[in-house]
Structure formats: structure tokens, C-alpha cells
Nanobody, 123 residues
């Protein structure tokens, strides 16, 4: 499966962005999906995850209440709605498809990764 992330950009603190992750070559409707982010000189960290049916979602403590992950299996696409953005949210954001159908916070659960989309939040 190939994953293409988009929607990043420059936004002021308090603003919003919506990231999209479109899958191609095969369906992701049976895969748990996740978003991770990586700022310069830091480890890639978990942001949000969603189960194959979209009924279970997971969030890191740092984004809980501000970010929302969702999916449209008919469009083979996963989204990350980011509200109330903070400068510390600045990073490259990556989408990933898990080996299993459940949501997961662990990087090792994800087999397929898209390229990053850059998010910059100015203060």
C-alpha cells in the first residue's frame, strides 16, 4: 500500500489544519491507521490512531481534546483535524497503516508509512 499525506502548511497559533492521508494500490479498510509526528532532532512520536471501523480512537496526551482522527473507508482516506494549534505542534506529520485492524500507539505496529507533510505553527 502507498500512503500520501497532504494538508500541511503554515498557521498561526490557535488556528486549524486538516491533514489527509490517501491510500493507493490496495484498500486500507481492514487496517488500523495512525498519525505520527517528528520535530527536528527528536524521535518520531505517536499522535493519533484509529481502528479499521473507526469506532476506537487513541490520542497522545499532548493532542487529546484538540485533534480528531477519522477515516472514510469508501475513499480509502484517513484524516487528522487539528484545532487550537500550538507552536509545539510544529513537526513533520506522517500517516501509517498498521499490520492489524486495531488502533495502536506503538510504532512497531505499523508496516506502511507515507511521506511527511510539514506543519508549522507560528506564535
Amino acid at each position: 500500500v502507498q500512503l500520501q499525506a497532504s494538508g500541511g502548511g503554515l498557521v498561526q497559533a490557535g488556528g486549524s489544519l486538516r491533514l489527509s492521508c490517501a491510500a493507493s494500490l490496495r484498500t486500507i479498510s481492514n487496517n488500523g491507521m495512525g498519525w505520527f509526528r517528528q520535530a527536528p532532532d527528536t524521535e518520531r512520536e505517536f499522535v493519533a490512531g484509529i481502528s479499521w471501523r473507526g469506532d476506537i480512537t487513541l490520542y497522545s496526551d499532548s493532542v487529546k481534546g484538540r485533534f480528531t482522527i477519522s477515516r472514510d473507508n469508501a475513499k480509502n482516506t484517513v484524516y487528522l483535524q487539528m484545532n487550537s494549534l500550538k507552536p509545539e505542534d510544529t513537526a513533520a506529520y506522517y500517516c501509517a497503516a498498521a499490520r492489524q485492524s486495531v488502533a495502536s500507539k506503538s510504532r512497531s505496529s505499523y508496516a506502511y508509512w507515507g511521506q511527511g507533510t510539514e506543519v508549522t505553527v507560528s506564535s
